[in-house]
């Protein structure tokens, strides 16, 4: 996607993961599961997690998370993800679902956002301090 396409759809963050919404992660009404697009933002977040905090991190929390739309078979779900606030030692990570559909959408349409939380953990499962930032 160019500058000019995420500008036009107001995308904030950066891309952590993409993949493609199939026919096995489908409810009864033939929509994609909101667990399975959690567990995707779950994955994105914990990219940039792994990013931010240089090693071994542990999804603490889940906020916020909201569906705005539902998802169809075949579309491209891209998740953004930028970090809102960082302590001691965890990382808060708002995470944005987009989807594109090449055979009915022409323009990203956003269809879910929510707020991560992991802990930077030791080789004990232990909280550690988060590095400096870079």
């Known amino acids: 996607m160019s500058a000019t396409e995420s500008e ?3 995308i904030q963050g950066e891309l952590a993961l993409q993949t493609l919404a199939m026919p096995k992660d ?3 009404n033939g929509d994609i599961f909101g667990g399975w697009l959690v567990s995707q ?10 990013q931010v905090t ?4 542990a999804t603490v929390a889940i906020e916020n998370v909201t569906f705005l739309k539902p998802v169809s078979v075949g579309s491209t779900i891209s ?3 930028r970090v809102t606030k960082r302590g001691r030692t965890s990382v808060h990570i ?17 269809v879910a956002e ?3 939380v992991f802990v930077a953990i030791d080789d004990n499962g232990k909280p550690r301090p988060l590095p400096a930032e870079s």
Do not use: P, Q
């Not at 994955?43 to 792994?50: E, P, R, T, V, Y």
């Not at 708002?94 to 956003?110: I, P, Q, R, S, Y």
């Open 8 to 10: 036009k759809v107001n």
């Open 26 to 28: 489908t409810n009864a």
């Open 41 to 50: 933002m779950d994955l994105a977040a914990g990219i940039i997690s792994k």
């Open 54 to 57: 240089k090693g071994r991190s």
């Open 79 to 81: 998740c953004y993800g």
């Open 94 to 110: 708002a995470v944005d679902v987009w989807t594109w559909h090449m055979l009915t959408e022409t323009d990203g349409v956003k």
């Open 114 to 116: 929510g707020l991560f």
